[in-house]
């Protein structure tokens, strides 16, 4: 792979991740205009005819989905892109899309809900992007990106690991890391090289017919689909990712994805500046979760704060992955509002205090 | 001795699983004849929907995918945007596209996509047992309409072919149907018209094509020609609604 980087530039995430899209080798997008996300389309609809891709604005994030499965279907490297209340119109299409195992990345910049919510940041949809996509017994490939460049960074990969497991790929981030600027440097050159697939539907020739589909109404060929599907999962597991930023002295560590992690850092970094040996445990990619790094870590520390914009989502996958081995406790603000590193230090500090009170 | 009737390249030598006396089959062969005289069958791509005939591609001896219910234009459309220029239809129902899919199939119409629909009309749900569908007839007994279709309450049949024909994406659309083999003929002759605007790269078109339902009719079969013909016909107007369309390509 080319790893040589260009200059930076400085860039919104929203565009970062398009522009990544393009030096990805994207061939077709397909998305609906929805807040905090439009400028994935905006910058798409500018820049990805001009490289041979075709850009479509649909009538609706469940035309866009189906459209992403057709061209998906006919072998092409392709995305959507949405915001929250899209996401949940999208469920339809990507149960079809991890039942047919057709490749695609759909980026999800969330906001606050339920219902129409707001525009504003949030981590609430963590649940419905790592726990099914859709009904059935499918899943995500979720990645979570902290930064702009790592946003740019793991949109490539993401593509990347669509086709390596025939698998939708989610990029799972917020109103604030899409709507911000920072330096991105992007990395030059397609990822892996990449053919026509011989099960996409390209037009048969004189070869054997293809299909994509996802029904099989045998319930024994249903159940052996989907036992393949669980293996392709559990295959996928080697694909976990995840960064321990002062971990090794640690007596209590934050566990943070995303925009949260980068105000978790700050908060572990003042609790060093006061003689609290903080760590920050950050999960880069949430499905599959890092279950090995927080298992790890609970062997280590007195107690780990989770800390997201939700009532407490991914702090169940911490506690699984802790079995009560140490105590975990949970910080969020919910419908937009961003938690502050003063915030999080009290909540360090205050989890320190109950666990040296017992 | 000289072969003078065969099963079309573009089927494949599967038994349909259709009803005694179903139209689907006709249409199904109407289509591959249509795709093997145009000798389109290796660049054709099939998308099939959700209805009794959501395993078309079982039937057809193409590339197909099948889509979620109602979604087929929007498949199509995928398909249609990153390979240009292979051949692309979508074979679907009357709930599934004047219900569930009204979004897409207007829109696919509306943008001129370049490819072709089969419409079958057959005024009911057929796979979920027999229920009303946009499409049923006022006064019609379905088996959610038991006493008859009640216009004041669940409106009345819409009308596909006519309301498509209004947008200017459009390149060819007509209605025919299923009774007689002077109307099969047409029906055929429609199929080709369709195919063949897309392959001149002229828009979207669509065969809105009256189909017979005979078990949840509940008549035979000969009987259910006949009641298409009687009933069907004097609420859906057979003819060619655009036929010299050509989406403005800036």
């Known amino acids: 792979m080319a790893t040589a980087l260009t200059d930076r530039v400085l860039m919104k995430g929203n565009e970062a991740i398009a522009e990544a899209a393009i030096r990805a080798g994207v061939q077709a997008y397909f998305g609906y205009p929805i807040t905090p996300q439009s400028e994935i389309s905006e910058y798409m609809a500018a820049h990805l005819p001009e490289h041979g891709g075709a850009f479509l604005q649909a009538e609706s994030e469940v035309a866009a989905i189906n459209m992403v499965y057709g061209a998906a279907g006919a072998g092409a490297r392709v995305m959507t892109s949405t915001s929250s209340p899209g996401i949940s119109l999208m469920q339809e299409g990507l149960s079809y899309i991890v039942g047919s195992e057709l490749p695609c990345v759909i980026i999800n910049v969330m906001r606050g809900g339920p219902g129409l919510g707001n525009i504003a940041p949030s981590q609430a949809d963590y649940f419905q992007a790592t726990k099914s996509a859709g009904h059935g017994d499918g899943r995500n490939l979720v990645l979570a990106p902290s930064t702009i460049q790592e946003a740019a960074d793991l949109t490539l990969l993401a593509f990347d690991l669509a086709d390596r497991y025939r698998n939708p790929a989610m990029v799972l981030t917020d109103g604030i890391t899409g709507q911000m600027m920072e330096p991105v440097a992007f990395r030059e050159g397609p990822s892996l090289p990449r053919e026509v697939p011989a099960w996409a539907t390209t037009g048969a020739g004189d070869g054997p017919v293809r299909l994509i589909n996802s029904i099989y109404l045998e319930p024994e060929a249903l159940e052996a689909h989907n036992q393949r599907l669980q293996e392709k999962y559990r295959r996928m597991q080697v694909e976990v990712r995840s960064e321990a930023y002062l971990m090794d002295d640690a007596v209590v560590a934050v566990a943070a994805y995303g925009l949260t992690a980068r105000i978790a850092r700050t908060a572990v970094d003042r609790a060093r500046a006061k003689g609290i040996r903080a760590g920050l445990l950050r999960p880069i990619t949430v499905y599959p979760f890092p279950t090995q790094a927080c298992a790890d870590a609970a062997g280590q520390v007195a107690g780990i704060l989770t800390v997201e914009m939700s009532a407490g989502q991914m702090v169940e996958d911490v506690r699984l992955a802790v079995e009560g081995r140490t105590p975990v406790r949970f910080y969020g603000r919910l419908g937009g509002v961003v938690p502050t590193p003063p915030e999080v230090l009290a909540q360090i500090e205050r989890l320190l205090s109950e666990v040296k009170a017992r | ?250």
């Open chain 2, 1 to 250: 001795m000289k072969q003078v009737f065969t099963r079309p390249a573009s089927l494949a030598e599967t038994p349909m699983h259709y009803c005694p006396g179903c139209t689907h089959g006709v249409a199904h062969r109407l289509v591959a004849e249509v795709l093997d005289e145009l000798g389109l069958r290796g660049r054709t791509i099939g998308v099939a929907s959700v209805g009794c005939s959501v395993f078309a591609y079982n039937y057809f001896n193409l590339d197909f995918q099948q889509a979620a219910h109602g979604r087929a234009p929007a498949v199509a459309t995928g398909i249609k945007r990153v390979l240009p220029d292979r051949v692309v239809f979508t074979y679907q129902g009357d709930g599934d596209l004047a219900a569930i899919g009204t979004a897409e199939i207007v829109h696919a119409a509306n943008r001129g996509e370049n490819i072709t629909v089969i419409f079958i009309n057959n005024a009911v749900y057929g796979m979920t047992g027999g229920q009303m569908a946009p499409t049923t007839l006022p006064g019609m007994r379905t088996t959610t309409t038991p006493y008859g279709r009640d216009v004041r309450v669940t409106g009345y049949p819409i009308h596909v072919a006519e309301m498509l024909a209004t947008l200017k994406g459009v390149a060819y659309i007509s209605r025919v149907a299923l009774c007689g083999v002077a109307h099969i003929t047409k029906a055929k002759r429609a199929i080709r018209k369709a195919f063949q605007a897309q392959l001149d790269g002229k828009g979207f078109s669509l065969v809105e094509i009256l189909s017979t339902c005979p078990v949840t009719w509940g008549l035979q079969p000969i009987d259910a020609v006949r009641w298409l013909e009687a009933n069907m016909l004097p609420v859906f107007p057979l003819g060619e609604f655009v036929t010299d369309g050509q989406k403005e390509r800036a």
